[in-house]
């Protein structure tokens, strides 16, 4: 069986950047094949009052420096998160978001404004399906409903339903009001664009431990998404998603160190404990969260093929705090934390390529407190670092996690897993045909800090190649060396 690292015209490894305030081409990391926009555009930001829209839809459509385009420009395909909606949507007090559905979402024979001005709603939630309506009248750069949905015509063509629908944070609703609205949404976006794709999704595999504690009102990342797409199912001629989506974190990241993406143990802190009974606060490793995405598509066969693409929109170790060793005599981060941040990021988007999954989006390239791929050197007293005032300061340029990425990158382009990744004895490994047609294989060992050898395929290997994009010799049938960082085995020097 073939494992295929390039899925959905976007290969996983190219496919990365979420957030990111600068384009992360600039600063040495592959150019993003995708991108997920989700900060300084949301619905909230954009109407300010009903009818009443930005002219650039935030910074959506700023010319040359928005989001659509620059990643037009740089010929990248760009996901739209919903997420917020207006307070004055709900007749909640402020300016400000609020989580829950706007007031109209049961209303009957309800007459819309502008831009649907006279249209009547026989199922009400005007007010939503007249931002919906707005967004996709300017994304396609047209002034009502196409005789039939464009094609090569609209900017964005990805538009996921919801962000963390199952944290509590981001939506405090009904489930079954969230899938009439992502509902309404796709009617809308499929009725103006042919091209565009409709994302269900997404639910936090982590965070606190609850695997997401919503509306659902499960403990299980898996059983919300579940849940959502049932409520979505139950409305007639539903206009169901091409894509699921989910979260890929650590199962808890209040612990410290947060488990590594192959294991739901964290080897410093007892709530994460290998034989902590029941592990309810730990429960799903990285490694195992598309499976348990795939048995929701499997259960629901009759309305959603168990072959529906997953994504997964949002993954990484979260807060830098979350793997942090010490701090060297300069007073950054010293080259432990590097280097667990480097097997972190290696062992993540190499399992999520090995389980299929067709994107894979890092949080967060160029935030100082999460996930950094890129720092600036900012002061801990600067802005930037107001959420993480007391971690290291960052040096200007890749991270050594970020530098990895660009080695993991070059790895898996244009390859394909001849297997699945299997643990022996600690030791993971990954067979793997590389883009030049020669036979290799990446391995790791889970433990933090561990060393040891492997005996090689029959004929041996020529080279080991590193995370620090450092290539050795290697003698014939020499067992091979590996440690915590991936390291790739194969005959090309």
């Known amino acids: 069986m073939t494992y295929p690292l390039t899925i959905q015209d976007a290969s996983i490894e190219n496919a990365y950047v979420l ?14 094949a995708i991108i997920r926009s989700n900060a300084g555009e949301r619905w909230y930001q954009i109407e300010t009052s009903r009818g009443n829209f930005s002219p650039t839809f935030g910074n959506l459509f700023t010319p040359e420096t928005g989001w659509v385009p620059v990643a037009e420009k740089n010929h990248t395909q760009l996901i739209y998160t919903f997420n917020t909606v207006p307070a004055w949507a709900t007749g909640e007090p402020g300016p400000g978001p609020a989580k829950r559905a706007p007031l109209d979402i049961e209303e009957k024979n309800e007459r819309c404004k502008a831009p649907l001005d006279g249209v009547i709603s026989p199922n009400g939630d ?3 399906k007249e931002w919906i309506t707005a967004l996709m009248q300017k994304n396609c750069e047209v002034s009502s409903a196409p005789a039939s949905p464009l094609v090569g015509r609209c900017h964005i063509h990805y538009f996921e339903a919801w962000n963390e629908f199952n944290a509590p944070m981001f939506w405090d609703d009904s489930l079954d009001h969230l899938a009439k609205m992502a509902n309404d949404m796709a009617v809308i976006v499929r009725t103006y664009c042919g091209d565009c794709k409709i994302i269900g999704g997404s639910t936090s595999a982590g965070g606190v431990g609850r695997q ?42 209040n612990v410290f ?92 988007t190499i399992l999520l390529a090995n389980e299929d999954v067709g994107v894979n989006l890092w949080y967060e390239a160029d935030h100082q407190c999460d996930g950094t791929l890129i720092g600036f050197g900012y002061p801990q007293s600067s802005p930037e670092m107001r959420q993480c005032p007391n971690d290291p300061v960052i040096p200007p340029g890749l991270t050594p996690a970020g530098r990895a990425l660009v080695v993991v990158y070059g790895w898996l382009q244009g390859g394909t897993f001849d297997g699945p990744c299997k643990a022996s ?69």
């Open 425 to 493: 004895a600690g030791v993971w490994s990954c067979p793997i045909t590389t883009q030049r047609g020669g036979r290799g294989l990446i391995a790791w060992t889970e433990k933090l800090e561990s060393t040891a050898t492997i005996a090689p395929p029959p004929g041996g290997f020529r080279y080991a190649h590193t995370l620090d994009g450092q290539t050795q010799p290697l003698k014939p049938e020499q067992p091979l060396p590996v440690e915590m960082r991936p390291t790739l085995f194969d005959d090309a020097p």
């Open 19 to 32: 957030h990111a305030k600068n384009w992360p081409s600039k600063f040495g990391l592959p150019n993003p």
């Open 212 to 253: 997401g504690d919503g509306p659902s009102g499960s403990g299980e990342f898996d059983k919300a998404l579940g849940e959502f797409l049932d409520a979505w199912h139950r409305i007639p001629n539903a206009s169901l998603p091409d894509i699921v989506s989910f979260h890929a974190y650590p199962s808890r990241t």
């Open 126 to 128: 005007c007010i939503w």
């Open 257 to 348: 160190p947060v488990p590594m993406p192959e294991t739901n143990v964290s080897e410093g802190d007892p709530k994460c404990a290998r034989f902590a009974v029941p592990n309810v606060a730990c429960q799903y490793a990285i490694v195992d969260q598309p499976g348990r995405v795939r048995a929701v598509l499997a259960r629901r066969q009759s309305f959603l093929s168990a072959s529906t693409p997953v994504w997964d929109t949002e993954s990484g170790w979260y807060g830098n705090k979350n793997l942090f060793h010490g701090v060297d005599a300069n007073g950054y981060a010293d080259a432990i934390t590097g280097m667990m941040r480097q097997a972190f990021l290696a062992r993540e």
